[in-house]
């Protein structure tokens, strides 16, 4: 690409960044819609977040990304903020507005987005969720707001699952979240199939051989299981879901569409299907999917 004069910068901040997938996202973007825009990713030190978003503000930077471990520390940094990001409670998304910068949640629309082109639906669903982390509370206001029939989570920590689960049915005004130990997947009626979404961090690269429930019990129960987690393409919950009968899909689709919709968000410009593809078909062979 030329950069010159015009060159508009967008860019990831969090710690670590050296992994990350999005410059693989929003330089394949810009460069096929002809956009002067280059996207970069900035490690940023604990101590270092406010200086680094006012310092990215006074260079002008027309958006960023906001990764782990600043999702929800983000937030007394903004001007303003997205409702839907309020409510999530994590900012991954920032945007150049007068003043300062607005931020937003593309994490959950992202989701949802992918699940949609699977044709997986949350509407009158029954879902588990596993975890009661960051991700897991986004996936279950996300449900919540879909409309989803249950939902029940599943966590190591009954007393985080309790306080997500407290939380949603507050916001929701009735009683639809309910909260369970790992161990207690043995109580959901049997012959009874869900939609499970994992969304803990038991799986991840390079622990791949470990699924946060391994009994295969579990697993007959599932009709459909997503998991947030994209490197490896296929992780033992997915492996498990399959052998049972269940489809599955990883979070690499989710990733791509976080992307997309900030990209959207910094430029205005739609992406088309043809152009989603082609950046997802990067990041595949980034990852070294064919
Ligand atoms: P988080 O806030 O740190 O939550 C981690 C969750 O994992 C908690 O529920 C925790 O349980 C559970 N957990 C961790 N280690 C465990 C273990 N050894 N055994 C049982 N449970 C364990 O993390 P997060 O931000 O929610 O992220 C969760 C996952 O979502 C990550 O894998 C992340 O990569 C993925 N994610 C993907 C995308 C995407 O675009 N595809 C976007 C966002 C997140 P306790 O409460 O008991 O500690």
Redesign the pocket.
Known sequence: MNINGYTRTCGLIGNPVEHTMSPAIHNTLAQAMGENLVYVPFRVQKDGLLAAIEGAYALNLQGLNI??PY?SQVIPCLKEIDPLARLIG?V?TLVYTEGGYKGYNT?MP??YR?MCEDGVGMEGENILI?????????VAILAAKKGAGQIILF????E??NKVAEEVNAMEGKALVRALT?EDYGTLPKGEKYLAI???????FPDVE?A?IEEEEFYKRVHTGY?????PAETLFMKRVRENGGKAF?????????GIIAYELWTGRQVDEILAQKAYSKMKKAMGIR
């Open positions: 990764t782990v999702k994590a991954n994490d992202g989701l992918a596993l975890g009661a982390g960051g991700a897991a509370r986004a966590n190591r920590t009954l985080k699952a790992l994992q969304a803990t961090n038991v799986g991840m470990k946060v998991d947030l987690i994209f490197n990883g979070g690499l689709k989710m990733l791509l569409y976080q």
